[in-house]
């Protein structure tokens, strides 16, 4: 990955509100001009800074333009340049900041304009903008709809059932909407990638080789390895079926409207690559969610996830059959990248930090281990 060629400092709020003032007169679908732009919120989260601009008179906001440096790159890059730096295993690398706001414009474009084309009331957009050069930053709709994320974390074990069974139809959309997005012809910008078997044991031999060496019980992890290699031979075709892939589809990144209408967001179109890698990071984002494995698996009625689960993998193999062995090795996969991603968080702590982190460290590799022993069918 390249130095970071973005310098925050120089984008203000400024900046961004002058040069919105200068070309909003072009953008179509909104309410209010450039004279009644004002800033309301500025947000830094882990990969990107929002700044979220009203037009009229209301509280709400109307644009958010993203810029893609957040604090991990920054301080990513800091740990990078150290001599005695060491990177975790990943499935592909982390995407260069520059190339971020331009990739994600070109991909949620397409989508916006082939629904703006053939509209279908299970899907919505997230309406883009525009692009400022000199920001290397995307201007977008504010949806104010809340995220897929949000929903299902209202649906715990004392919810009513009524609401968990409204949300399965989301699940559903969800599903079918990245059936259709599998089905694109690849963006100009992406890259092929991981389309084996092979491909896939070397990246699950490369998560487990990093785990062996950072977590206790390195025979229990040798032998979920050597269950997952059988498995594989078994399950996974010599050539895996591959399609323009979302890259991070996740409750987070999906707004669910009226309806259940979801629309989805935060894709870079980055790659062609295996489809059921999508799908089991949704799986995996649902069953292995942060109050699941904190709650020990009390947060979230078990039959109440099956079922969206369910309604998730009809909605995208419709009347096809579903291929659960294969799904569950990818979800392994995932699993395994996203424990890599724990332990590395925690070794790049320091002092206080690292202490608090450790026990939550615990806590996740304990629900981790568990949810991959039931994937692979290893009881313990």
């Known amino acids: 990955m390249s130095q970071i060629g973005i310098n925050p400092s120089m984008t203000t709020s400024a900046t961004l509100t002058a040069c919105l ?30 700044y979220l601009f009203r037009l009229t008179s209301s509280g709400r906001p109307d644009l958010v333009v993203k810029v893609p440096v957040g604090h991990s790159d920054v301080a990513y890059e800091t740990h990078r340049h150290d001599p005695c730096f060491v990177d975790r295993p990943r ?22 304009t082939h629904f703006d084309a053939k509209p279908d009331r299970r899907f919505g957009v997230v309406r ?32 009513n059932v009524r609401r968990a069974r409204q949300l399965e139809g989301a699940f559903h959309h969800a599903g079918a909407w990245l059936r259709w997005h599998h089905a694109l012809p690849s963006l100009p910008h992406a890259e092929i990638r991981n389309t084996s078997r092979d491909a896939y044991l070397d990246a699950v031999e490369k998560f487990v080789a990093y785990l062996t060496n950072h977590v206790s019980d390195g025979d ?96 995208y193999f419709s009347d096809q059959p579903i291929p659960l062995p294969t799904i569950r090795l990818f979800l392994a996969q995932q699993l395994l990248e996203h424990w890599s991603a724990v332990v590395y968080r925690h070794q790049q702590q320091r002092g206080v930090k690292r202490l608090a982190k450790g026990l939550r460290r615990t806590i996740w590799q304990s629900g981790f281990r568990s949810y991959l022993r039931h994937i692979i069918s290893i009881r313990g």
């Open 21 to 50: 003032r200068e070309r909003i007169a072009d953008y179509d679908r909104l309410n209010g001009d450039g004279n009644e732009l004002t800033l309301i919120k500025e947000v830094h989260r882990r990969f990107c800074r929002l």
């Open 91 to 112: 499935l592909f690398e982390r995407a260069v900041p520059e190339s971020k706001s331009s990739r994600e414009y070109a991909a949620l474009c397409r989508i916006q």
């Open 128 to 159: 883009v903008y525009d692009l400022l050069p000199e920001n290397q930053a995307m201007v977008l709709q504010w949806i104010d709809q809340p995220s897929l994320r949000a929903l299902l974390y209202k649906t715990h074990r004392l919810a």
């Open 220 to 315: 229990e992890m040798r032998q979920m390895h050597q269950r997952i290699v059988a498995l594989a031979h078994e399950h996974i075709p010599t050539t895996v079926p591959t399609g323009q892939v979302h890259g991070d589809f996740a409750p987070r990144n999906i707004f669910v409207g009226h309806g259940n209408r979801v629309s989805i967001f935060d894709t870079l179109g980055r790659f062609e690559a295996p489809i059921y890698e999508d799908i089991a990071k949704m799986l995996m984002t649902v069953q292995a969610s942060g109050p699941q494995l904190f709650s020990r698996g009390l947060f979230f009625d078990h039959n109440r996830l099956t079922r969206f689960e369910q309604h998730f993998l009809e909605g």
